[in-house]
């Protein structure tokens, strides 16, 4: 279920699936030490700095005052205090479930 969530985030983020690997072409991924923008594996599910990049590209997206926005940055952050991240990754998948991008992007 992992693989099928991190390729939906993937493609919910703008990045293409390649002979190469996955190209995040918006460079919307901001990696310590990664020095190109191709990934043989989303890492989403066990990487803070995967989840993260997902969260400020969210952020820019979303307006503050969507509830279901804010909903999920509660949520966040309740997750990064426990370091739990499945319960982070959890809530990012529940939130593309419900949100389509916005129109204007």
């Known amino acids: 279920m992992n693989t099928e969530n991190n390729i939906k985030i993937a493609n919910y983020i703008g990045m293409q699936k390649t002979d190469l690997g996955w190209f995040d072409s918006d460079e919307v991924l901001t990696l310590p030490n990664k020095s190109n923008n191709t990934f043989d594996e989303l890492m989403f599910d066990k990487d803070w700095n995967?989840?993260?990049?997902?969260?400020?590209?969210?952020n820019g997206l979303f307006e503050q005052?969507?509830?279901?926005?804010?909903?999920l940055t509660y949520k966040l952050q309740?997750?990064?205090?426990?370091?739990?991240?499945?319960?982070?990754?959890?809530?990012?998948?529940?939130?593309?479930?419900?949100?389509?991008?916005?129109k204007n992007n």
């Open 78 to 102: 309740d997750s990064t205090i426990d370091n739990n991240i499945t319960m982070a990754y959890d809530e990012i998948i529940k939130f593309i479930d419900r949100n389509d991008l916005p």
């Open 50 to 58: 995967w989840l993260l990049s997902v969260t400020y590209f969210l």
């Open 65 to 71: 005052n969507n509830l279901d926005f804010e909903l």
